[in-house]
């Protein structure tokens, strides 16, 4: 089955301990991101990557970090969390950039950093 | 920078009846495809249709279809005969055409519908 899965689902953690949520595509699609979602504001991107080795910020990048070193996994790092980055957070992916095709979605990850 | 504008927050329509959600966007693109994504209370984003900008027919999906207005950068979702599960939050969404650059979606704040048995 096509899909994007995320670990862990749910989370909550203490300000400053260092996590990672996994993101991992079996569809061999090109372009991966994170998004965020925060009532009233809809998603809004962390990061994205067009291909291995190539990442860059989307629009809400400050305490994030991500890596791309296979093409099927794309981890979104959180070295020092603090509580304003308490949120729903998205993994998507698609086969290329450019086109109308849809972006698959993750089920979400609902992270508590207290 | 493209926005995306959906300026209610909340809807609710009768079980059967047809209901109207809104969407305006702001590009200086020419050329673009618009979305709109359900999500029901499980949080996954699920598609519902999408719209290329260039195509003039308006898109349909079943009880789903969108009035897709280029010139007003308007892109209404309609659902006809409404079925309990089809209350969710509603988020239109933009992407650009252009391949190499990022494939970003950018999104509405979201409505809330809720059908009323």
């Known amino acids: 089955e096509a899909q994007v899965t995320q670990n862990p689902r749910y989370l909550i953690t203490v300000t400053g301990k260092k996590l990672t949520v996994t993101c991992s595509q079996n569809?061999?699609?090109?372009?991966m991101s994170w998004y965020r979602q925060d009532p009233g504001l809809g998603l809004r991107q962390i990061y994205y990557?067009?291909?291995?080795?190539?990442?860059d910020k989307g629009d809400v990048p400050e305490g994030y970090k991500v890596s791309r070193k296979e093409k099927r996994n794309f981890p979104l790092i959180l070295e020092s969390p603090s509580p304003n980055q308490t949120s729903l957070y998205f993994c998507?992916?698609?086969?290329?950039?450019?086109?109308?095709?849809?972006?698959?979605f993750g089920p979400g990850t609902r992270l508590t950093v207290t | 920078a493209q926005t995306v504008t959906q300026s209610q927050p909340e809807m609710s329509v009768q079980e059967a009846e047809t209901v109207t959600l809104s969407c305006t966007y702001d590009?200086?693109?020419?050329?673009?495809?618009l979305f709109w994504y359900k999500q029901p209370p499980s949080r996954q984003m699920i598609l519902v249709i999408r719209?290329?900008?260039?195509?003039?027919q308006n898109a349909t999906e079943n009880r789903f279809s969108v009035n897709f207005q280029k010139a007003a950068k308007s892109f209404s979702l309609k659902i006809s005969d409404s079925q309990l599960g089809d209350a969710a939050m509603y988020f239109c969404?933009?992407?650009?055409?252009?391949?190499?650059?990022?494939?970003?979606?950018?999104f509405g704040k979201g409505i809330t519908l809720s059908v009323r048995p």
């Open positions: 990557s067009m291909n291995v080795e190539v990442t």
């Open positions: 719209q290329e900008a260039y195509k003039q």
């Open positions: 969404a933009y992407r650009s055409p252009y391949t190499g650059a990022n494939s970003k979606l950018t």
């Open positions: 998507a992916s698609s086969p290329r950039t450019g086109t109308s095709y849809e972006q698959y």
């Open positions: 590009t200086s693109e020419s050329d673009y495809y």
């Open positions: 569809m061999n699609h090109e372009y």
